[in-house]
């Protein structure tokens, strides 16, 4: 059944493909579909067009409904086109002509907009919050591991020391920066689209400023044409965030393939946190970490899929919109999953110690030598050269007294900085505010 439906029926094969994977991907927006029809029918109340007694039927059975969703007792029926026709109809058959008001002042189109901007801001805090867990393993291993030294490398030859402490603080910085952008995502999304109607407002004098508080948004999309144009614009911006996410993972990942490797071997897992070989018994396979590059490599494609979707769109709604579920919403979970599974292991991490000590690293502390030389006077360029010399004769010997004491170096991670710095980012989310406001709503 189609609300928008009247004296003749659209042809079954067209039906199947423009309703296409709505009714699944609906099923996660149905939460979010009962907080903003109580945000809203409350405002009806306000400016008359619902009485109080209606509200009251309303509001009491749409938190029925929120609690069926909640315990898996909710469902989109077959012939029913979404989530916003199965909550009005359900709400008509329970209380009556109350529930046919609901949608007065509204159209799909801002609905749908609604919808999306709550799920977003719930998904994106379930994004930060790992970031977070992952951010605080990571910041306890630099800590932990910040005098064990290891090779670093340019062009992927040895280069010069660096040590796990900050290797680990490296990723755990980096998520800092993921999460600035993750913000602007945030902000994007915490604006209100409700009143916007099909994108050119409507004739009833609704109070758009209400519903902003209600739902807890920090402001408007005060521009109706503009509400509907941010459609797209949100998802891609949100796609960009985690984007950079995906792309800390997978450099992670990257790094961890490297390192637990036999020529490397600067680390390992559990045996049963690795995979074997049908054929080669000797095999411990990081396929975990293989799949968390693989995924977050797909996730950094999400901005470019989502730009060309919608690339050269004119204002207004197109159906084009609606496939962008298809892309963004297993990508919350895709990316959720890889940053759980990534801090799981790495609560299982051994490292070795003592990995400098082998011979082949020995030219790792060249620029510790030239550096020794300076220190007693000699010109830098001079100094260069005689070490150069010296390697080239095969008489240069390392002195392996690593003495980095800079902001930031082995000898002064700052770690306590950079978890400071990542506490003002998450902070700045105020996501206490959006939860106290949803709650008021369904408690």
Not at 37 to 49: F, R, V, W, Y
Not at 122 to 128: G, H, P, R, T, Y
Not at 135 to 143: G, I, P, R, T, V
Request: charged letters at 25%; hydrophobic letters at 40%.
């Amino acid at each position: 059944m189609k609300l928008w439906e009247k004296d003749s029926q659209i042809e079954n094969i067209v039906e199947k493909f423009t309703v296409g994977k709505d009714r699944e991907l609906d099923h996660q927006l149905a939460r979010a579909d009962v907080i903003g029809s109580l945000a809203h029918t409350q405002m009806l109340e306000s400016i008359g067009l619902l009485t109080s007694e209606e509200l009251d039927h309303i509001h009491k059975e749409l938190k029925t409904i929120y609690r069926e969703i909640d315990e898996g007792d909710f469902k989109i029926e077959e012939n029913v086109e979404d989530i916003h026709s199965q909550i009005e109809i359900l709400l008509t058959e329970r209380i009556g002509d109350a529930g046919k008001k609901i949608h007065s002042g509204r159209s799909r189109n801002d609905q749908v907009l609604v919808d999306l901007k709550i799920f977003f801001r719930s998904e994106i805090e379930k994004i930060v919050n790992n970031c977070r867990l992952l951010f605080d393993q990571l910041n306890e291993l630099s800590e932990k591991y910040q005098h064990v030294l290891i090779p670093g490398y340019t062009h992927l030859q040895i280069a010069m020391p660096s040590s796990f402490g900050l290797w680990f603080g490296a990723y755990a910085e980096s998520l800092i920066d993921d999460l600035e952008l993750m913000l602007a995502a945030w902000k994007i999304s915490n604006k209100n689209p409700l009143g916007s109607a099909a994108g050119y407002g409507s004739s009833f004098p609704l109070n758009r400023t209400l519903t902003t508080e209600l739902l807890g948004f920090e402001s408007l999309n005060y521009n109706v044409v503009y509400a509907q144009m941010g459609r797209g614009k949100t998802e891609r911006i949100i796609a960009q965030g985690m984007s950079s996410i995906a792309a800390t993972l997978a450099k992670f990942s990257m790094d961890v393939c490297l390192y637990i490797n036999q020529n490397f071997g600067f680390i390992s897992f559990p045996d049963e946190l690795t995979t074997g070989s049908s054929i080669m018994p000797h095999k411990k396979n990081p396929d975990v970490f293989e799949l968390i590059r693989s995924r977050c490599n797909k996730i950094q494609a999400l901005p470019n899929e989502i730009a060309m979707m919608t690339t050269n769109l004119p204002s207004g709604y197109h159906r084009d919109l609606q496939l962008l579920k298809e892309n963004l919403f297993p990508a919350f979970e895709s990316l959720n999953e890889c940053l759980l599974i990534c801090k799981y292991m790495l609560e299982h991490i051994t490292i070795k110690d003592d990995i400098l000590s082998d011979p082949k690293y020995d030219y790792l502390f060249s620029v510790e030598v030239v550096n020794n030389e300076v220190l007693q006077g000699v010109p830098f360029r001079e100094a260069y050269k005689n070490i150069g010399r010296a390697i080239e004769a095969g008489t240069f010997q390392p002195s392996r007294s690593v003495k980095h004491t800079h902001e930031g170096s082995i000898g002064n991670l700052c770690n306590a900085e950079i978890r400071k710095n990542f506490d003002e980012v998450y902070k700045s989310f105020n996501f206490d505010k959006v939860r106290n406001a949803v709650n008021n709503l369904v408690k």
